[in-house]
Structure formats: structure tokens, C-alpha cells
């Protein structure tokens, strides 16, 4: 292989003219500086190349744009839900025989005369819909069936005798139902059929009775946000439940709602999404393009990593440990990327609803409302680079795995609290009936709320029982608040001192930035350039470097 000439070497990205650096020292030198300008700030990298920093640019749209968008969707979805309760408070009032609002826990009846009599009462305020309510409903009309369904449940074979404390049941459900139709069109005439009231109930061994009926309803509050009326389908359930077989029968209201596409909706002057839709199609591309950018960062990290990892191994026969490898995949990076999937599919989503095509409102909110979360997260990684905030991220990354160590020990003993509590004092108190509602508790105590409530409510049934949550309500308190909170705060507060000495002082150095560190060049030296001599970026046209392909530079 011939020798290279003057003018190639001259023209090369090798050594300078002249110089006396090997090739290996100059290709190390290269690599530092690519590692110094990938840990840069936006300002830094835009010092050294003149970048713009597109990516925070976008990022601060896209909060904008998400923003917006999650609070245009939670006025909409709050009307939703407002309509649906409200009709479900309408439904009780209607169906329920001297219902009471918040009586849901004592609701009930305790002989078969009143059973009975809420039981037709139900089916004739149904009957009596067209007459009666304020709103506009409608009957739905099952094709084959009925439109109402009275159905009850019951044992197959079921003998109870208390007196001989005998019983013999089978346990095989049986289900037998009873279809009412409303007459059209005078549903309350003299001779509508009354057979329902015909209906036996075996009390001796009934699980349950059921009514159950759908109607139809259309919610025009939504034209004041320049939306479609929606066009609701509520699936009603009365529910008499008697699987206890303690006497007490208690009833409630189930509302199921279906929402779909009105036919043929005519709103004068409104209902036209033009402007909402292009909204949307606005955060798909954005949030598309800062996928793009932000995977292609990490990708960019991932291919250094690997580069600084061979090139070590081969010049100083080292391996580069795991905590530097890791320098190199940005966790920023990786929340916004989740960030722009979940807004991506959740604005999908919100399409589909507006244009009725689907009705997931809950998956849609829980979607739209963690994207808005993680990219106003995501904004924290920019005032890292200023050193009065990122004292804060440090000591929370510094703080973070003896916490975790911390809260698992901490775990092993509250659930142990969790399960005792439940076992013992379920039967006792209102607030340790379930293990989800005994940790709930629990975590209120921890945080010194609903104390003397928790002591005051506990039944003294069993003096035993009692004296036994006294010691355990006592300790857990005192354990809990004193101890575990204290070491806790302890933790984060120990971690806080830590950076903060450091900031004063010499502050540890890894592996790989005092590798770095040997890089003397600032941001505004010029040898961050690249040979190309065009710059482009998003916001700027490509510019051509001032120096000629053919100038020589002789040092």
C-alpha cells in the first residue's frame, strides 16, 4: 500500500501536520471529545456545533399541546361521569321505596311484607316511566325477551329446622324468572297486565331476587363544550340480597352505561370537530417526532457505550464497570419515550370516543393522565444542568436504593400487621372488615390521621378482643410514627448532607468522567465541529461552514 501524499495527509483527520502524536493518541482524543459533547447541556452542545436544542423545544410544545389536551378531555369526561351519577341518584330516588340519600349501607328489610312491596313497587315505578320522571327516557325492548326481568335465585332442595338443628340442602342454584312488558302506547292503562305480582318468593331458601330493565337516555349538556350529544344505554340492576340468611335483606342499585353514536344528530351552529380533530393529529406528530428523536438518543448512548467499551478494553486491557455503562443509557430519555407511546395510544383513543366509534373513557383518562405525568416529569432532566436544582434529583438518585432496601424491611412488618389486624379485629370494626381496608387504615394511622376514630369505633363485644387491639393499635402507632418515619426522613436528610458536602467540596469522580476529564477543549474551541460543512437543524436552513473545501490548515 502506497504511503499517503502531503496534500492527503494534510487534508486527512488524521494527526496534524507536523505533529509528532501518534494515531492511537489522536483517536483517543477524538473519542474524549465525543464523550465530553454527548454528556454536554443543550447550551454546551449548542456552543460547540451550534445545534439548536430541538429536543427541548418539542419537549416544551408537547407539554403545552398534552396539557391542553388532557384538559379538554377532562371536561368532556367530567360531563360523562356528572350524567351517568347523576342518573344512577334518579334511579334510586325512582325505583327504591323511600330511599334516603348515603343509605346505601343500611338500606334493607327485614320482613317479607316489605319485601314484597319493594319488590312490585320497583316494577310499577318502571311501568310508570313515561308519566312520572323529569327525564327523557325510553324503553329498550329485549327482541326475544322482556324488557324487564324479575328473576330470583334460590337452593334447589333447601330445609332448614332450628328447632331440631337439622338442615338439608343442595348447594345447585336454581334460577326462575318472571318478563314484564310495558304497553305501548299507554304503559299505565287499567288493563295492563298485573301478573307479576303473581310472583311467589321460597324464603326458606332464596339467595336473591333480581330486577333488572334497560333505558335509553341522551345527554345534550355536552353541546355546551361543541360536542355531539352522546346517546346512553342504562343497564339497571336491583339487587335483594339474601345469601346471608341473617334476616336482613339488603337491596341496591347497580347503573351500567353504554354509550354510542346518536342517528342522525342535527345541532344548529354546533357539534362540528374539525378544530379537535386536527388538534389531535397535531400531539400525534409531535409526540411521534419526540419518539423518534428521543429513541434515537438512546440508541446514539447505547452505540458510544459499545465503542468506550471496546476501545478501553483494547488500549488499557480494562473492562468498564456497570455503573459507567450505565451513564450512557439516559433514563430521561427512556420516560419520555414511554411518555409519547402512552400519549400516542390514549390520543388514539380519544378520537375513537369523539367520533363514538369506542367508549373507553377510563382506560382513555388513565392513559392521557400518566403521558401528562411523565412529561411534566421528564422537564426535570433540564434543570439538572443548573446546580442549585440538581442537588434535589442527585439526592433523590443517591437516596433511592437504600430507601427501597429500607421500605422492604419495613413491608415484612406492616403486612404482618396487615394480616393480624384483619384476622383479629375484622369481626370487631368497621375498618378491618377487608385486608385492603385494614391496610388503608393502617397507612392512616401511619400518617396521624383518624386515630382516636380507630379507638373509639372498636366494639367491645369481647374484653379480650379489646384489650388485645389496644396493645396492637399502641404498638403499631409507636413503632410506625416514632421509628420507622424517623429513620426514614433520616435516610433522604443523610443522603441531602451527602451531596451537599460534595457540592462544597470535591465532589467524587467516577471512571469514566475523569476519562472525560482529560479533555481539555471548551464548547466554544471549534474542534466539536464536524467535517461537514453543513449545519441543518429543524428550525434553520443548511448553512455552509466558511472554510472551502480545498483550504489546507498547516499548524
Known amino acids: 500500500m502506497e504511503a499517503p501524499s502531503e496534500t492527503e495527509r494534510l487534508l486527512g483527520r488524521g494527526p496534524a501536520y507536523g505533529s509528532t502524536e501518534p494515531p492511537g493518541v489522536a483517536e483517543e482524543e477524538e473519542l474524549r471529545r465525543r464523550l465530553k459533547y454527548f454528556f454536554m447541556s443543550p447550551c454546551d452542545k449548542y456552543r460547540a456545533r451550534g445545534r439548536r436544542p430541538v429536543k427541548l423545544g418539542l419537549q ?61 313497587y320497583a316494577v310499577e315505578k318502571y311501568l310508570a316511566i313515561p308519566n312520572e320522571t323529569i327525564g327523557r327516557y325510553a324503553y329498550v325492548h329485549g327482541g326475544n325477551r322482556s324488557a324487564l326481568l324479575l328473576c330470583q335465585q334460590y337452593y334447589r332442595k333447601g330445609r332448614i329446622d332450628p328447632a331440631n338443628d337439622t338442615f338439608n340442602i343442595d348447594p345447585k342454584i336454581v334460577t326462575d324468572c318472571l ?102 393529529v397535531v400531539v400525534i406528530l409531535v409526540c411521534s417526532l419526540s419518539f423518534i428523536l428521543c429513541a434515537r438518543s438512546i440508541i446514539r448512548g447505547l452505540l458510544l457505550q459499545h465503542e468506550f467499551s471496546r476501545f478501553f478494553q483494547r488500549r488499557y486491557n480494562q473492562s468498564v464497570c456497570l455503573s459507567d455503562r450505565m451513564e450512557f443509557l439516559n433514563g430521561w430519555y427512556i420516560l419520555l419515550v414511554i411518555s409519547d407511546v402512552l400519549t400516542v395510544l390514549g390520543t388514539i383513543m380519544k378520537i375513537g370516543i369523539e367520533s363514538k366509534n369506542f367508549a373507553g373513557y377510563d382506560v382513555c383518562s388513565i392513559l392521557l393522565g400518566t403521558s401528562t405525568l411523565l412529561v411534566w416529569v421528564g422537564v426535570i432532566r ?41 384476622i383479629v379485629l375484622g369481626p370487631y370494626h368497621v375498618k378491618f372488615r377487608s385486608l385492603s381496608m385494614v391496610s388503608e387504615c393502617l397507612f392512616s394511622l401511619l400518617n396521624g390521621d383518624d386515630m382516636f376514630v380507630t379507638f373509639a369505633e372498636m366494639q367491645q363485644h369481647s374484653y379480650l378482643v379489646w384489650l388485645f387491639s389496644q396493645v396492637y393499635l399502641y404498638t403499631f402507632i409507636s413503632l410506625f410514627i416514632y421509628m420507622v418515619l424517623s429513620l426514614f426522613i433520616a435516610l433522604i436528610t443523610g443522603s441531602y448532607e451527602t451531596i451537599k458536602h460534595q457540592c462544597e467540596g470535591e465532589p467524587p469522580v467516577s471512571q469514566l468522567h475523569t476519562y472525560i476529564a482529560q479533555c481539555k477543549d471548551s464548547p466554544k474551541s471549534g474542534k466539536y465541529r464536524r467535517d461537514s460543512t453543513a449545519s441543518c437543524s429543524i428550525f434553520c436552513c443548511c448553512e455552509r461552514a466558511p472554510l472551502q473545501d480545498n483550504a489546507l490548515l498547516v499548524n
Open 60 to 120: 416544551l410544545a408537547k407539554i403545552l399541546l398534552v396539557t391542553v389536551q388532557l384538559i379538554l378531555f377532562g371536561l368532556s369526561n367530567q360531563m360523562v361521569v356528572t350524567f351517568k351519577e347523576e342518573n344512577t341518584i334518579a334511579f334510586k330516588h325512582l325505583f327504591l321505596k323511600d330511599y334516603v340519600d348515603g343509605a346505601e349501607d343500611s338500606y334493607a328489610v327485614y320482613t317479607q311484607q316489605d319485601l314484597y312491596e319493594r319488590m312490585f
Open 179 to 280: 318478563g314484564v312488558d310495558p304497553e305501548d302506547p299507554q304503559p299505565l292503562s287499567p288493563e295492563l297486565d298485573r301478573s307479576y305480582k303473581n310472583f311467589t318468593l321460597k324464603f326458606h331458601k332464596l339467595i336473591n331476587v333480581t330486577i333488572q330493565f334497560k333505558l335509553k337516555a341522551i345527554n345534550i349538556q355536552t353541546i355546551i363544550n361543541n360536542e355531539i350529544p352522546d346517546c346512553y344505554t342504562f343497564t339497571i340492576t336491583i339487587t335483594f340480597d339474601n345469601k346471608a340468611h341473617s334476616g336482613r335483606v339488603k337491596i341496591h342499585l347497580d347503573n351500567r352505561a353504554d354509550i354510542k353514536e346518536c342517528k342522525d344528530p342535527s345541532v344548529f351552529g354546533r357539534g362540528d370537530n374539525s378544530f379537535r380533530l386536527f388538534f389531535d
Open 382 to 422: 433540564y434543570l439538572t444542568f443548573f446546580q442549585k436544582y440538581n442537588i434535589l434529583i442527585v439526592t433523590l438518585r443517591v437516596a433511592l436504593p437504600n430507601v427501597i432496601r429500607f421500605c422492604c424491611c419495613v413491608a415484612v412488618i406492616y403486612l404482618g400487621y396487615c394480616f393480624c389486624g384483619w
